[in-house]
Protein backbone atom coordinates (compact mmCIF):
# COMPACT_ATOMS: atom_id res chain seq x y z
CA UNK A 1 0.00 0.00 0.00
CA UNK A 2 1.13 3.51 -1.06
CA UNK A 3 1.51 5.91 1.92
CA UNK A 4 -0.34 8.96 2.36
CA UNK A 5 2.55 11.42 2.73
CA UNK A 6 4.59 10.09 -0.31
CA UNK A 7 2.12 10.26 -2.69
CA UNK A 8 1.48 13.56 -1.76
CA UNK A 9 4.88 14.52 -1.83
CA UNK A 10 4.92 13.49 -4.84
CA UNK A 11 1.46 15.55 -6.07
CA UNK A 12 -1.01 12.47 -6.46
CA UNK A 13 -4.41 12.93 -5.01
CA UNK A 14 -4.55 11.52 -1.65
CA UNK A 15 -8.08 11.09 0.74
CA UNK A 16 -6.98 13.55 3.31
CA UNK A 17 -3.95 16.34 3.33
CA UNK A 18 -0.94 14.67 5.76
CA UNK A 19 0.40 17.18 7.94
CA UNK A 20 3.86 16.56 10.27
CA UNK A 21 5.73 19.15 12.62
CA UNK A 22 9.24 20.73 11.83
CA UNK A 23 10.75 19.76 15.37
CA UNK A 24 8.11 16.88 15.98
CA UNK A 25 10.55 14.95 18.23
CA UNK A 26 11.34 17.16 21.26
CA UNK A 27 11.14 18.88 24.01
CA UNK A 28 6.94 19.83 24.06
CA UNK A 29 6.94 16.16 24.58
CA UNK A 30 7.40 15.13 28.23
CA UNK A 31 7.98 10.97 26.52
CA UNK A 32 10.77 12.56 24.91
CA UNK A 33 12.23 13.89 28.11
CA UNK A 34 11.94 10.92 29.71
CA UNK A 35 14.32 9.29 27.45
CA UNK A 36 16.40 12.14 27.32
CA UNK A 37 17.25 12.19 30.32
CA UNK A 38 17.78 8.30 30.58
CA UNK A 39 20.61 8.57 28.29
CA UNK A 40 22.05 11.86 30.13
CA UNK A 41 22.12 14.30 27.17
CA UNK A 42 21.11 15.17 23.75
CA UNK A 43 24.17 14.09 22.01
CA UNK A 44 23.88 10.64 23.32
CA UNK A 45 20.51 10.21 22.32
CA UNK A 46 21.77 10.85 19.00
CA UNK A 47 24.42 7.97 19.02
CA UNK A 48 22.21 5.46 20.36
CA UNK A 49 20.28 4.07 17.25
CA UNK A 50 17.17 2.36 19.81
CA UNK A 51 16.89 5.20 21.62
CA UNK A 52 16.67 7.85 18.74
CA UNK A 53 14.42 5.49 17.09
CA UNK A 54 11.83 5.37 20.05
CA UNK A 55 11.96 8.88 19.60
CA UNK A 56 11.44 9.66 16.42
CA UNK A 57 7.96 7.25 16.43
CA UNK A 58 6.60 8.82 19.46
CA UNK A 59 5.02 11.65 17.71
CA UNK A 60 2.87 9.34 15.60
CA UNK A 61 1.26 7.55 18.28
CA UNK A 62 1.01 11.07 20.62
CA UNK A 63 0.15 13.39 18.12
CA UNK A 64 -0.80 11.42 15.14
CA UNK A 65 1.42 13.13 12.35
CA UNK A 66 1.23 11.47 9.02
CA UNK A 67 5.17 11.11 9.13
CA UNK A 68 8.17 10.60 11.04
CA UNK A 69 11.32 12.66 10.96
CA UNK A 70 14.47 10.95 11.61
CA UNK A 71 15.72 12.03 14.91
CA UNK A 72 19.42 13.31 14.81
CA UNK A 73 20.90 16.74 14.61
CA UNK A 74 21.97 18.72 11.33
CA UNK A 75 25.22 19.03 13.00
CA UNK A 76 26.22 15.77 13.50
CA UNK A 77 28.05 16.31 9.64
CA UNK A 78 30.70 18.49 10.22
CA UNK A 79 30.99 16.43 14.11
CA UNK A 80 31.85 13.67 11.36
CA UNK A 81 34.18 15.73 10.12
CA UNK A 82 36.17 16.25 12.72
CA UNK A 83 34.50 19.16 14.51
CA UNK A 84 34.64 18.92 18.03
CA UNK A 85 30.40 19.74 19.13
CA UNK A 86 28.65 20.42 22.19
CA UNK A 87 25.44 21.14 23.03
CA UNK A 88 25.15 23.94 26.30
CA UNK A 89 22.38 24.01 27.72
CA UNK A 90 20.40 27.03 27.05
CA UNK A 91 22.98 28.31 24.80
CA UNK A 92 22.49 25.73 22.05
CA UNK A 93 25.45 24.08 20.20
CA UNK A 94 29.32 24.98 19.77
CA UNK A 95 32.05 23.93 17.78
CA UNK A 96 35.26 24.39 19.94
CA UNK A 97 36.98 25.16 16.75
CA UNK A 98 35.36 26.62 14.45
CA UNK A 99 37.41 26.70 10.93
CA UNK A 100 38.60 30.31 9.37
CA UNK A 101 41.06 29.21 7.09
CA UNK A 102 42.28 27.25 4.30
CA UNK A 103 44.80 24.91 6.74
CA UNK A 104 41.61 24.70 8.86
CA UNK A 105 38.95 23.20 6.24
CA UNK A 106 41.87 21.14 4.82
CA UNK A 107 42.28 19.40 8.38
CA UNK A 108 38.47 18.45 7.95
CA UNK A 109 37.56 14.79 6.72
CA UNK A 110 35.61 14.95 3.44
CA UNK A 111 33.36 12.44 0.82
CA UNK A 112 33.38 8.84 1.90
CA UNK A 113 35.37 8.98 4.81
CA UNK A 114 33.27 11.58 6.50
CA UNK A 115 29.91 10.19 5.62
CA UNK A 116 31.00 6.46 6.52
CA UNK A 117 31.49 7.78 10.10
CA UNK A 118 27.55 8.68 10.30
CA UNK A 119 26.73 4.86 11.27
CA UNK A 120 24.61 5.62 13.80
CA UNK A 121 22.63 7.75 12.04
CA UNK A 122 22.13 4.94 9.43
CA UNK A 123 21.69 2.34 12.21
CA UNK A 124 18.90 4.66 13.79
CA UNK A 125 17.14 4.63 9.98
CA UNK A 126 17.23 0.80 9.77
CA UNK A 127 15.36 -0.23 12.82
CA UNK A 128 12.89 2.53 12.36
CA UNK A 129 12.32 0.88 8.64
CA UNK A 130 11.64 -2.63 10.35
CA UNK A 131 9.59 -0.91 13.19
CA UNK A 132 7.04 1.41 10.66
CA UNK A 133 7.00 -1.69 8.42
CA UNK A 134 5.72 -4.05 11.13
CA UNK A 135 3.21 -1.42 12.26
CA UNK A 136 1.67 -1.39 8.74
CA UNK A 137 0.03 1.59 8.77
CA UNK A 138 2.01 3.11 6.40
CA UNK A 139 3.39 6.17 7.86
CA UNK A 140 6.70 7.74 5.82
CA UNK A 141 9.90 8.24 7.15
CA UNK A 142 11.73 11.77 6.70
CA UNK A 143 15.40 11.68 6.36
CA UNK A 144 17.52 14.95 6.37
CA UNK A 145 20.22 17.46 6.57
CA UNK A 146 21.46 20.50 7.18
CA UNK A 147 21.90 22.42 3.89
CA UNK A 148 25.94 23.51 3.04
CA UNK A 149 25.34 26.80 3.78
CA UNK A 150 23.28 26.32 6.71
CA UNK A 151 26.18 24.12 8.17
CA UNK A 152 29.16 26.36 6.90
CA UNK A 153 27.52 28.97 9.19
CA UNK A 154 27.84 26.89 12.30
CA UNK A 155 31.57 25.97 10.73
CA UNK A 156 32.48 28.92 10.83
CA UNK A 157 31.26 31.32 13.64
CA UNK A 158 31.33 28.16 16.32
CA UNK A 159 27.84 28.48 17.70
CA UNK A 160 24.67 30.30 16.72
CA UNK A 161 24.52 33.75 15.61
CA UNK A 162 22.13 37.03 15.24
CA UNK A 163 24.30 38.83 13.01
CA UNK A 164 26.29 36.14 10.60
CA UNK A 165 28.71 38.90 10.57
CA UNK A 166 31.67 36.00 10.79
CA UNK A 167 30.74 34.21 7.64
CA UNK A 168 29.46 36.76 6.03
CA UNK A 169 32.71 38.38 6.05
CA UNK A 170 34.08 35.39 4.71
CA UNK A 171 31.22 35.24 1.92
CA UNK A 172 31.80 39.24 0.51
CA UNK A 173 35.88 39.32 1.23
CA UNK A 174 36.69 35.92 0.96
CA UNK A 175 34.66 33.87 -1.19
CA UNK A 176 36.46 31.57 -2.56
CA UNK A 177 37.42 30.10 0.80
CA UNK A 178 33.75 30.03 1.05
CA UNK A 179 32.99 27.82 -2.02
CA UNK A 180 35.28 25.69 -0.84
CA UNK A 181 33.80 24.86 2.47
CA UNK A 182 30.44 24.84 0.77
CA UNK A 183 31.61 22.63 -1.52
CA UNK A 184 33.75 20.03 0.56
CA UNK A 185 30.45 20.15 2.95
CA UNK A 186 28.11 19.10 -0.25
CA UNK A 187 30.29 16.41 -0.97
CA UNK A 188 29.83 14.90 2.18
CA UNK A 189 25.83 15.43 2.32
CA UNK A 190 25.46 14.01 -1.33
CA UNK A 191 26.77 10.88 -0.14
CA UNK A 192 25.19 10.93 3.23
CA UNK A 193 21.70 11.71 2.16
CA UNK A 194 22.60 8.36 -0.38
CA UNK A 195 22.91 6.45 2.33
CA UNK A 196 20.13 7.45 4.25
CA UNK A 197 18.25 6.59 1.21
CA UNK A 198 20.11 3.35 1.56
CA UNK A 199 19.33 2.69 5.02
CA UNK A 200 15.50 2.93 4.46
CA UNK A 201 13.91 6.74 4.13
CA UNK A 202 11.57 7.13 2.27
CA UNK A 203 11.88 11.23 1.84
CA UNK A 204 14.36 13.75 2.42
CA UNK A 205 14.59 17.39 3.14
CA UNK A 206 17.08 19.79 2.97
CA UNK A 207 17.12 22.30 5.86
CA UNK A 208 18.02 26.13 4.80
CA UNK A 209 17.10 27.66 7.80
CA UNK A 210 19.58 30.51 7.93
CA UNK A 211 19.21 31.32 4.16
CA UNK A 212 17.54 34.69 4.88
CA UNK A 213 21.15 35.92 5.89
CA UNK A 214 22.20 35.96 2.70
CA UNK A 215 21.00 39.04 0.34
CA UNK A 216 18.58 37.68 -2.53
CA UNK A 217 20.82 38.42 -5.46
CA UNK A 218 23.74 36.22 -3.56
CA UNK A 219 21.73 33.19 -1.94
CA UNK A 220 21.55 31.45 -5.17
CA UNK A 221 25.29 31.67 -5.83
CA UNK A 222 26.19 31.08 -1.64
CA UNK A 223 23.64 28.05 -1.15
CA UNK A 224 20.65 27.32 -3.43
CA UNK A 225 22.52 26.17 -6.31
CA UNK A 226 24.57 23.72 -3.54
CA UNK A 227 21.07 22.41 -2.66
CA UNK A 228 19.91 21.92 -5.99
CA UNK A 229 23.48 20.37 -7.21
CA UNK A 230 22.51 17.66 -4.06
CA UNK A 231 19.13 17.38 -5.43
CA UNK A 232 20.01 16.42 -8.47
CA UNK A 233 22.99 14.07 -7.41
CA UNK A 234 19.28 12.38 -5.84
CA UNK A 235 17.10 12.32 -8.45
CA UNK A 236 19.63 11.22 -11.16
CA UNK A 237 20.02 7.76 -8.66
CA UNK A 238 16.73 7.44 -6.85
CA UNK A 239 13.89 8.94 -8.58
CA UNK A 240 11.32 7.77 -6.72
CA UNK A 241 12.16 9.33 -3.55
CA UNK A 242 10.54 12.94 -3.28
CA UNK A 243 12.96 15.53 -2.01
CA UNK A 244 11.96 18.50 0.39
CA UNK A 245 13.01 21.79 -0.04
CA UNK A 246 13.06 24.12 2.88
CA UNK A 247 15.08 27.62 2.64
CA UNK A 248 13.82 29.64 5.73
CA UNK A 249 13.18 33.43 5.23
CA UNK A 250 13.48 32.86 1.05
CA UNK A 251 9.83 35.26 0.34
CA UNK A 252 12.03 37.71 -1.55
CA UNK A 253 13.78 35.28 -3.85
CA UNK A 254 10.72 33.05 -4.70
CA UNK A 255 8.90 36.65 -5.28
CA UNK A 256 11.67 37.41 -7.99
CA UNK A 257 10.95 33.86 -9.92
CA UNK A 258 14.31 32.69 -8.75
CA UNK A 259 13.34 29.19 -7.70
CA UNK A 260 14.46 26.25 -9.90
CA UNK A 261 15.83 22.73 -9.79
CA UNK A 262 14.42 19.31 -9.95
CA UNK A 263 13.08 18.20 -6.83
CA UNK A 264 9.39 17.87 -5.53
CA UNK A 265 8.11 19.47 -2.77
CA UNK A 266 8.84 23.41 -1.10
CA UNK A 267 8.65 24.16 2.25
CA UNK A 268 7.26 27.29 2.93
CA UNK A 269 8.27 29.46 6.24
CA UNK A 270 5.75 31.51 7.73
CA UNK A 271 6.72 34.45 6.77
CA UNK A 272 5.62 33.68 3.35
CA UNK A 273 2.13 34.14 2.33
CA UNK A 274 1.37 30.68 1.33
CA UNK A 275 -0.94 32.54 -1.22
CA UNK A 276 2.52 34.26 -2.96
CA UNK A 277 4.01 30.62 -2.37
CA UNK A 278 1.19 28.90 -4.32
CA UNK A 279 1.33 31.83 -7.54
CA UNK A 280 5.18 31.49 -8.40
CA UNK A 281 5.20 27.99 -7.64
CA UNK A 282 2.11 26.14 -6.42
CA UNK A 283 2.34 24.55 -10.59
CA UNK A 284 5.80 23.30 -10.14
CA UNK A 285 6.25 21.81 -6.99
CA UNK A 286 3.61 20.59 -3.68
CA UNK A 287 3.92 23.06 -1.57
CA UNK A 288 4.39 22.23 2.67
CA UNK A 289 3.57 24.36 5.23
CA UNK A 290 3.14 27.08 6.84
CA UNK A 291 1.48 27.76 9.96
CA UNK A 292 3.22 30.49 11.76
CA UNK A 293 4.80 28.15 15.51
CA UNK A 294 3.97 30.58 17.84
CA UNK A 295 0.09 30.48 16.44
CA UNK A 296 0.50 26.92 18.56
CA UNK A 297 0.39 28.70 22.19
CA UNK A 298 -3.30 29.68 20.99
CA UNK A 299 -5.98 26.31 19.93
CA UNK A 300 -8.44 29.28 18.25
CA UNK A 301 -5.28 31.36 16.43
CA UNK A 302 -4.58 27.64 15.21
CA UNK A 303 -7.96 26.87 13.72
CA UNK A 304 -7.99 29.97 12.25
CA UNK A 305 -4.67 29.02 10.05
CA UNK A 306 -5.34 26.11 9.20
CA UNK A 307 -8.96 26.88 8.44
CA UNK A 308 -6.87 29.80 5.80
CA UNK A 309 -4.90 27.23 4.33
CA UNK A 310 -6.82 24.80 3.47
CA UNK A 311 -8.93 27.93 1.81
CA UNK A 312 -5.61 28.97 -0.45
CA UNK A 313 -4.71 25.14 -0.99
CA UNK A 314 -7.69 23.25 -1.41
CA UNK A 315 -6.60 20.00 -0.17
CA UNK A 316 -4.35 19.86 -3.27
CA UNK A 317 -0.35 19.62 -3.81
CA UNK A 318 -0.52 20.69 -0.35
CA UNK A 319 1.21 19.41 3.25
CA UNK A 320 0.23 20.80 6.44
CA UNK A 321 3.33 21.62 8.66
CA UNK A 322 4.17 24.85 10.65
CA UNK A 323 6.56 27.59 9.02
CA UNK A 324 9.22 26.91 11.27
CA UNK A 325 10.00 24.30 14.09
CA UNK A 326 7.76 24.10 17.26
CA UNK A 327 9.36 25.31 20.39
CA UNK A 328 9.43 23.51 23.77
CA UNK A 329 7.01 25.23 25.34
CA UNK A 330 4.00 24.47 23.70
CA UNK A 331 1.18 22.81 25.51
CA UNK A 332 1.20 19.15 23.70
CA UNK A 333 -2.57 19.41 23.90
CA UNK A 334 -2.37 22.31 21.56
CA UNK A 335 -0.12 19.92 18.77
CA UNK A 336 -2.75 17.55 18.99
CA UNK A 337 -5.15 19.95 18.28
CA UNK A 338 -3.25 21.50 14.76
CA UNK A 339 -2.95 17.79 13.52
CA UNK A 340 -6.65 16.78 14.16
CA UNK A 341 -7.84 20.25 12.31
CA UNK A 342 -5.15 19.61 9.74
CA UNK A 343 -7.02 16.13 9.34
CA UNK A 344 -10.81 17.57 10.08
CA UNK A 345 -10.39 20.26 7.46
CA UNK A 346 -9.34 18.36 5.15
CA UNK A 347 -11.58 15.61 5.18
CA UNK A 348 -9.73 12.54 7.30
O1 LIG B 1 11.82 16.39 15.23
C1 LIG B 1 12.64 16.70 14.36
O2 LIG B 1 12.48 17.64 13.57
C2 LIG B 1 13.85 15.80 14.16
C3 LIG B 1 15.02 16.16 14.85
C4 LIG B 1 15.79 17.44 14.56
C5 LIG B 1 16.54 18.08 15.57
N1 LIG B 1 17.26 19.07 15.00
C6 LIG B 1 16.54 17.70 16.98
C7 LIG B 1 17.02 18.65 17.98
C8 LIG B 1 16.01 18.13 13.38
C9 LIG B 1 15.41 17.91 12.00
C10 LIG B 1 16.96 19.15 13.67
C11 LIG B 1 17.51 20.06 12.66
C12 LIG B 1 18.28 21.23 13.09
N2 LIG B 1 19.23 21.33 14.07
C13 LIG B 1 18.25 22.47 12.41
C14 LIG B 1 17.42 22.77 11.20
C15 LIG B 1 15.98 22.89 11.53
C16 LIG B 1 15.59 24.20 12.13
O3 LIG B 1 15.01 24.16 13.21
O4 LIG B 1 15.82 25.20 11.48
C17 LIG B 1 19.14 23.33 13.07
C18 LIG B 1 19.41 24.79 12.71
C19 LIG B 1 19.77 22.59 14.10
C20 LIG B 1 20.84 23.04 15.02
C21 LIG B 1 20.43 22.96 16.43
N3 LIG B 1 20.19 21.79 17.11
C22 LIG B 1 20.19 24.02 17.32
C23 LIG B 1 20.32 25.49 16.96
C24 LIG B 1 19.84 23.47 18.55
C25 LIG B 1 19.62 24.17 19.85
C26 LIG B 1 18.48 25.08 19.81
C27 LIG B 1 17.36 24.52 20.59
O5 LIG B 1 16.25 24.36 20.04
O6 LIG B 1 17.59 24.27 21.78
C28 LIG B 1 19.78 22.07 18.38
C29 LIG B 1 19.41 21.07 19.40
C30 LIG B 1 18.29 20.14 19.07
N4 LIG B 1 18.13 19.48 17.91
C31 LIG B 1 17.26 19.73 19.96
C32 LIG B 1 16.48 18.79 19.29
C33 LIG B 1 15.30 18.02 19.82
C34 LIG B 1 17.12 20.19 21.40
C35 LIG B 1 18.14 19.50 22.20
C36 LIG B 1 17.66 19.04 23.53
O7 LIG B 1 16.91 18.03 23.63
O8 LIG B 1 18.08 19.68 24.51
Known amino acids: MSKIFVDACLGKDT???????MRQAGRYLPQYMAVRSEVGSFLNLCHNPAK???????PLDIVGVDAAILFSDILVVPNEMGMELSFIKGEGPKFS?????LEDLEGLLGGEEAATRLTYVYETIAILRQQLDARGDNKALIGFTGSPWTLATYMIEGEGTKTYNICKKMLY???DLLHKILRKVTDVVKLYMEKQIEAGVDVVQIFDSWAAAIEPSRYDEFSWQYMVEIAHYLKAK?????IIMFPKGVAAFIERGLVYG???VFGVDWGTPMALAKEKLGDRYVLQGNMEPCRLYSQEATTQCVEALQTIMGGKRHIFNLGHGILPDVPLENAIHFVNECH????K
Not at 15 to 21: G, I, K, L, R
Open 15 to 21: PYTPVWM
Open 52 to 58: AAEVTLQ
Open 97 to 101: HPIST
Open 173 to 175: AQP
Open 238 to 242: YPHIP
Open 262 to 264: DFD
Open 344 to 347: RVSG
